[in-house]
């Protein structure tokens, strides 16, 4: 194992994401020097880039960025990516406070532009250990780069891999046979004189973006939504719903009883899991009723199923549908079928290595996470904290845009009150 670079970080971050961006400007506006290194798997930074769908807009205000609710005159929210862009009027003129997702991308890009020096991409963390060999526990860490393995350690370490593309069970991603996650990739690979039939299974946001853009992007080809509700539902946005995701309301879920987060999840799941803005619901049903009009159905819902089978049977993509009104299946004969389908919470475990074993679980087998969002381990003096895959502690709002300005401020927070005295030398994180 090459050791080259054999240096201690007070913080080294795995996964570079906007939750991790975000943890990269906190330490960057720290009020004091915090020495951190990112690592991403990625040869860029890239969220849902495969998403990015020209009509496809934000489900959060412009004001819940990388910074604003954790310090409002930051240099890298939202409002000043906009005036040194020189598109500041002009969003304000538009009168709209959720931005495309093309935009926001951008400003991402242009925030992470500005941390070049803290990122290392096409480096994945293959391995982790613990390290007792001075006054501190440190974790030391395998690292695959371009440049060939190496090692470095850490004081802290906060892991924000992502969540993971979810499919039907028992179906797998081909050529044919795409998740959401990879859909403007391959669209934009595959010949469109071939598309003229494809199935969108899912009924949240994205797979009623993927369903509208196919129409409009398609003017020849049939779609077929197949979801297992009547239609899709509408996402709740109101003010008082929105409350949960107030910084205030992860107190209200983590200090709560079984019961209360139960009723938490019961209550408000509607204000972001599998429901759709109420815009874009009225336009498709809208493209259904002109097809009606106009005698040219192009777009058909198929409601109350669910896939339970895919295979290519000569040049076509056999879907098998099971109607859950009837019990009874069918078979739809596609070029194309995007399983808009969601995904499952990142799992810390894959990347922890060694480390698991010093995290305390709870009676149901999950992880225990501090308020601070970090792991308990009470037999480490490092700091192991999770962007992502706590639901069960934090709430709603755990890996999401909507208090990612807070979360990030609070783990950059509870590293600088953990530090360590060295005698000496004062102090490191």
């Not at 982790?128 to 030391?140: A, I, K, Y």
């Not at 004081?155 to 990879?182: C, K, Q, Y």
């Not at 192991?384 to 807070?406: C, D, F």
């Amino acid at each position: 194992m090459d050791k080259r670079e054999l240096q201690t970080y007070d913080v080294v971050g795995i996964g570079f994401g906007p939750s991790n961006l975000s943890l990269a400007i906190a330490l960057e506006e720290s009020p004091e020097p915090v020495s951190a290194a990112f690592f991403e798997r990625q040869a860029s930074l890239s969220w849902h880039r495969a998403m990015l769908v020209p009509t496809a807009k934000m489900q959060v205000s412009f004001l819940k960025d990388l910074v604003t609710f954790r310090n409002p005159v930051s240099r890298f929210s939202f409002v000043s990516y906009l005036h040194e862009v020189g598109r500041l009027p002009r969003f304000v003129n538009n009168s709209d406070f959720f931005p495309t997702r093309r935009e926001f991308h951008d400003y991402l890009e242009w925030a992470e532009s500005k941390l070049t020096r803290r990122v290392n991409y096409g480096s994945e963390v293959t391995g982790m250990r613990l390290l007792r060999s001075g006054p501190e526990d440190h974790v030391e860490l395998e690292i695959r780069d371009p440049g060939g393995p190496r090692l470095v350690t850490a004081r802290n370490v906060v892991i924000s891999t992502g969540l993971v593309p979810r499919m039907p069970a028992g179906i797998e991603r081909d050529g044919f046979t795409w998740h959401s996650s990879e859909f403007l990739h391959r669209f934009r690979a595959f010949d469109r004189r071939k598309l003229r039939r494809v199935a969108v299974v899912g009924a949240g946001q994205s797979a009623a973006e993927i369903v509208r853009f196919l129409y409009d992007a398609l003017p020849e080809a049939s779609i077929s939504a197949i979801m297992p509700s009547y239609g899709y539902s509408i996402a709740d946005n109101t003010p008082f719903a929105n409350q949960v995701f107030d910084p205030a309301a992860v107190d209200d879920f983590y200090q709560g009883s079984s019961r209360s987060k139960d009723a938490i999840w019961h209550y408000h799941r509607n204000t972001n899991y599998s429901v759709v803005d109420d815009e874009v619901i009225r336009g498709l049903y809208q493209r259904a009723y002109d097809d009606e009009v106009s005698k040219c159905e192009r777009l058909s819902f198929v409601n109350l199923a669910r896939v339970v089978d895919v295979k290519r049977v000569d040049d076509d993509t056999r879907v098998t549908v099971h109607s859950l009104a009837t019990e009874t299946s069918c078979d739809l004969d596609v070029d194309v079928l995007v399983c808009a389908t969601g995904y499952d919470p990142m799992e810390p475990a894959d990347v922890l290595g060694e480390l698991a074993e010093y995290v305390v679980h709870d009676g149901d087998g999950r992880y225990r996470v501090e308020r601070d969002y970090r792991l308990v381990t009470p037999d480490l003096d490092c700091g192991i904290y999770l962007q992502g895959g706590i639901e069960h502690t934090h709430g709603l709002t755990s890996s999401l845009l909507s208090n990612i300005a807070v979360r990030s401020g609070e783990i950059a927070s509870s590293i600088l009150a953990r530090r360590v005295p060295v005698p000496g030398n004062g102090v490191h994180v």
